[in-house]
Antibody, heavy 115, light 106 residues
Framework: EVQLVETGGGLVQPGRSLKLSCVAS????????MSWTRQAPGKGLEWVAS????????YYPDSVKGRFTISRDNAQNTLYLQMNSLRSEDTATYYC????????WGQGASVTVSS | DIQMTQSPPSLSASLGDKVTITCQAS??????IAWYQQKPGKAPRLLIR???TLESGTPSRFSGSGSGRDYSFSISNVESEDIASYYC????????FGAGTKLELK
């Protein structure tokens, strides 16, 4: 069974940093691109970052480019999202997802940016 | 960047109705569109990929069609368990979601 489990969410002050982790199981992690997608409270879904299966290339929308960094450790079957210079508008549930088609989702990690 | 225009934002239906949601891409996405169902407090669930391919476990009352820039998603014979929000996603060039459609019971 494919499983994605996110950890690392919490309350953080504006301008500070936070790092999310996602541990994958039930599939061959290093065969798949992985992504992060977020959902602000009461809002729609927004793609946040993607990384190729080798980790050699990463992609971001303009809303987080330069502030967020996606990375992976294929030996540990773990995906990461380093979030710097956090803003109130980054408050959301962050989901770890598999492949461009996002055929598997974690349960989500809640991030609240507030003073 | 590819934009996805999803409509309507909300939909009210009676049990047994057929409902249709549309997504228009800002450019040809070559059928690389997926549809998701999300219930409150839960992660989205992939229902359909590549325009019309149903995922394992997706009931046959769900369907998708389209080509080029224009795509649609339908639920025939709406059931109470279908009350949820629905999103389209293009995945031909990175990812862009539609704004979502909230399906409610009339």
């Amino acid at each position: 069974e494919v499983q994605l489990v996110e950890t690392g969410g919490g309350l953080v002050q504006p301008g500070r940093s936070l790092k999310l982790s996602c541990v994958a199981s039930g599939f061959t992690f290093n065969n798949y691109w992985m992504s992060w997608t977020r959902q602000a409270p009461g809002k729609g879904l927004e793609w946040v970052a993607s990384i190729t299966n080798s980790g050699g290339s990463t992609y971001y929308p303009d809303s987080v480019k330069g502030r967020f960094t996606i990375s992976r450790d294929n030996a540990q079957n773990t995906l990461y999202l380093q979030m710097n210079s956090l803003r109130s508008e980054d408050t959301a549930t962050y989901y770890c997802t598999r492949e461009g088609v996002m055929d598997a989702w974690g349960q989500g990690a809640s991030v609240t940016v507030s003073s | 960047d590819i934009q996805m225009t999803q409509s309507p934002p909300s939909l009210s239906a009676s049990l047994g109705d057929k409902v249709t949601i549309t997504c228009q891409a800002s450019q040809n996405i070559n059928k690389y569109i997926a549809w998701y169902q999300q219930k409150p407090g839960k992660a989205p669930r992939l229902l359909i990929r590549y325009t019309s391919t149903l995922e394992s476990g997706t009931p046959s009352r769900f369907s998708g069609s389209g080509s080029g820039r224009d795509y649609s998603f339908s639920i025939s014979n709406v059931e109470s368990e279908d009350i949820a929000s629905y999103y389209c996603l293009q995945y031909v060039n990175l990812n862009t979601f539609g704004a979502g459609t909230k399906l409610e019971l009339k």
